[in-house]
């Protein structure tokens, strides 16, 4: 889901987090506590990497972007949830136009 966002944008921790939250419609709350070590385990494999902004007010930000390591893994781990969601669905006998049946 990060490399996913960061695709889009380059963006910061907390912009991270209310982004997550506001498109999972609040189903979803990182906590900085899952946030930062998921974002260093990212770096340390070079899928993303930061860079410092200045901001008008208060101290700069910490913005991270997506490598070109990263997009590659994203392309293959979106692979894989679009074959698991598509066996799943199998497995429960649905396709996207079927009503949920007991």
Avoid: C
């Avoid at 380059?10 to 899952?34: A, F, N």
């Amino acid at each position: 889901m990060l490399l996913q966002l960061l695709n889009e944008r380059d963006m910061y921790g907390y912009e991270l987090v209310k982004e997550l939250d506001k498109r999972s419609d609040h189903s979803l709350q990182v906590k900085e506590g899952t946030l930062y070590p998921a974002l260093h385990k990212l770096e340390k494999q070079e899928y993303i990497e930061f860079y410092w902004q200045e901001q008008e007010k208060g101290p700069a930000r910490k913005y991270y972007r997506i490598t070109n390591e990263g997009r590659a893994v994203l392309i293959e781990k979106t692979e894989e949830w679009q074959h698991f969601v598509n066996v799943m669905n199998k497995v429960i006998r649905r396709t996207k136009n079927d009503p949920v049946k007991d």
